[in-house]
Structure formats: structure tokens, C-alpha cells
């Protein structure tokens, strides 16, 4: 089974640019998230995707992020603009996971280190 | 509300043992254990499911209790290869939002 599938793996932006994410989740799997993890700390949930509805999305940045998923497969996330304090890596996930089934393991992608400078 | 896990950090010789802890203020409804590896992806280790549940994957064993609203990981024999990251990760509410706690780093020496 193919794995969850980010690109770009790496990308330098100076403040104020804007840039794009993009994540292929693992055929068949409902759910799908997006995570901000900031260097020694742990993931942070930015917005979860059930199919190609929103579930929660209440620690997304919305002034400045966004996020889709269209036909609900592949999603993809943006910046726009950067401010320094985005540097991160931004780590996609899926699971097969039903709203209302809270126990499905979730599978993570290599994720994007994002550098803002 | 992000779960706490302790310790922040700890270093082990090759066939020490090990316990990382993670509590929560909320009810669990599961506990969800991964490993990451530096500049890799977070990796799924084990999912407790209810309390007094005990699961085991390879010599990394874990247990959760729900009534104390924690979970712990062991670790016997600890080999060069279980070195990383450690994360718990609980379901905030019954839609699954996985929440995860800030980690335990793990260093194993030959």
C-alpha cells in the first residue's frame, strides 16, 4: 500500500511570499490532516478533513492559511503571506477514520520543512 | 487540551529499561503511541482502545489507565534502533481530532 505522499520536501520563502503544500493521502482513507510541528515540539493539528468537508479546523490561522480538499483525495495547504514564525515542518495525515470512530491509527507523510527568512 | 508526557527526555544505555508516561485533564477515549525518528514522519507504534488494556510491539509494551486518565510506554531492553521521539496522541472528542503531547526524546547508547 502506497504511503501518504507530500511534496514539496523542502522550501525557503522570505516573509511576506506566499507558498503552497500539497498531500496525496492513502487511497480510500476518509479523513485527512494537516499538523504544524515546530522544531522539538510536538505535532499541532491545523484543520482535519473528513472526506472533502471540514471537521475542525479551529487552530488553523485563518487570517493567513488555508486549505482545501478537493473531491475529497488530495488536499492542498497555503500561506499567504508568511511571517517567520510559520518555519516548520507541516506534516500530512490520513486515516480511514469515520467521525464518530475516534480509534483508527493515523498514517503520516514525510511532511515539508517550510524555512521563512 | 494537549496531553503531558514525562520525561521530556532521557538517554539509556543499549538493554536498559525505559517508561514514558502521558496523562490528559480529559476523558480518554483511546490512547495512540508513534515514534519519530529525526527528519522522518511520525510512525504508529500501538492504539490502546480501553482501560486495562495492555498491547506489545516487539519489546515495547504499553498500558492504559482510564480511570487515572494515563497511559504509559515501556521500553525493555532498549536497542540502538528505539532511539527518537516519542509521542502520545488522544482523540479530543468522539470526531477524532488527534491531539498529540510534546514528546519524549529517547537517546540509546551503545
Known amino acids: 500500500e502506497a504511503g501518504v505522499a507530500q511534496s514539496p520536501r523542502y522550501k525557503i520563502i522570505e516573509k511576506r511570499q506566499s507558498v503552497a503544500f500539497w498531500c496525496n493521502p492513502i487511497?480510500?482513507?476518509?479523513?485527512l490532516y494537516w499538523y504544524q510541528q515546530i522544531l522539538g515540539q510536538g505535532p499541532k493539528l491545523l484543520i482535519q478533513?473528513?472526506?472533502?468537508?471540514?471537521?475542525?479546523d479551529s487552530q488553523l490561522p485563518k487570517d493567513r492559511f488555508s486549505a482545501e480538499r478537493l473531491k475529497g483525495v488530495d488536499s492542498t495547504l497555503k500561506i499567504q503571506p508568511a511571517k517567520l514564525e510559520d518555519s516548520a515542518v507541516y506534516l500530512c495525515?490520513?486515516?480511514?477514520?469515520?467521525?464518530?470512530?475516534?480509534?483508527?491509527?493515523?498514517?503520516f507523510g514525510q511532511g515539508t520543512r517550510l524555512t521563512v527568512v | 487540551q494537549q496531553p503531558v508526557q514525562s520525561p521530556q527526555a532521557v538517554i539509556l544505555r543499549e538493554g536498559e529499561d525505559a517508561v514514558i508516561n502521558c496523562s490528559s485533564s480529559?476523558?480518554?477515549?483511546?490512547v495512540h503511541w508513534y515514534r519519530q525518528k529525526h527528519g522522518e514522519a511520525p510512525v504508529f507504534l500501538m492504539i490502546?482502545?480501553?482501560?486495562?488494556e495492555q498491547k506489545g510491539h516487539e519489546k515495547i509494551s504499553a498500558s492504559f489507565n482510564e480511570k487515572k486518565q494515563q497511559s504509559s510506554l515501556y521500553l525493555t531492553a532498549s536497542q540502538l534502533s528505539y532511539s527518537g521521539t516519542y509521542f502520545c496522541?488522544?482523540?479530543?472528542?468522539?470526531?477524532?481530532?488527534?491531539?498529540f503531547g510534546q514528546g519524549t526524546e529517547l537517546s540509546v547508547k551503545p
Open positions: 490502546l482502545l480501553k482501560g486495562g
Open positions: 495525515a490520513s486515516s480511514r477514520l469515520s467521525v464518530g470512530e475516534p480509534n483508527t491509527e493515523a498514517f
Open positions: 478533513f473528513q472526506n472533502n468537508g471540514v471537521v475542525d
Open positions: 487511497s480510500g482513507h476518509a479523513t
Open positions: 480529559k476523558a480518554l477515549y483511546s
Open positions: 496522541g488522544t482523540p479530543y472528542n468522539q470526531g477524532g481530532k488527534l491531539i
